[in-house]
């Protein structure tokens, strides 16, 4: 029998559960070599989710079917940790002879109860995994919603800083050569010239992206619909102050979101979303 092993850890599984891709080749070869099969090939996809199946190593194992009688995980989440995804590789392996054995659990199919184990399995891992995804998300949310009244210089949520701005020690802090460029925009906007027209002069004065591409009409529009630029930063549909410089007051940044919903034609698609001015905050009052 040909046995390909297949390995993989994502980044935050390592960290936390000690998935290293050494210790499961290691016992997997040796699980091989008792049950006599010879390990044709092995496929090692290292800080990839199994939630997707575009995994580099794993699309490389099921090309090269002709190599191997059966593929050999340590654990059947090792593969996918969606049943959908899994469902669709166990057909594809019984279209082409090949079988399945996860090791740890002791579980094959090439019999009819082992398929309906495995699928039971695979579904209770589908579970663990969206409960994961559920509470990572309500936690994301907890601190977004703190976020504003914390005594911290950081108040961000991990994310890439935009365009004008950068991260220092986790907080949001102001890039010098960037965000005068960002000034320019939302004041050639406002005095009356497109957002074409911006783009044009930007990338003929060799103005690009950090990135270094040219301004178009999607990621211009990005920069001029950020609150960020206003003092907000947006997570879903909280708003979050944060302490760096900001080109704009936010009634000029609501001014100018204004201006761009009344030039859309159609006025179903015209949403515009404001942020809170001073005074607005003198109205509570």
Known sequence: MRAAI???VSTEEQAVEGYSVGAQKELLQDYCLAEGWDVTAVYEDDGYSGRSDKRPAYRRMMAEMDLWDVVVVIKMDRIHRNSRNFMNMMDT???HGKMFVSSSESLDTTNALGRFVVDMIQRLAQ?????IGERTYM???????????ADTGKRTMGFTPPFGYR????????????LPIVRRMFEEYSEGRTVDQICYSL??????????NPWNKRNMANILHNPVYAGYMRWEDLLIRHRATAPLTPGEFN??????????????K???HLIPTEDDFLDEF
């Open 6 to 8: 297949y390995v993989r």
């Open 93 to 95: 392996l019984e279209k």
């Open 127 to 131: 579970l663990e995994s969206e409960q």
């Open 139 to 149: 936690g994301m949310r907890e601190k977004a919603e703190t976020l504003d009244s």
């Open 167 to 178: 991260l220092r020690d986790g907080a949001l802090v102001e890039d010098e050569d960037e």
């Open 203 to 212: 990338n003929s004065e060799g103005i690009l992206t950090r990135r270094g």
């Open 255 to 268: 001014d100018v979101q204004n201006r761009m919903a009344s030039k859309v034609r159609d006025p179903s």
């Open 270 to 272: 015209r949403t515009v």
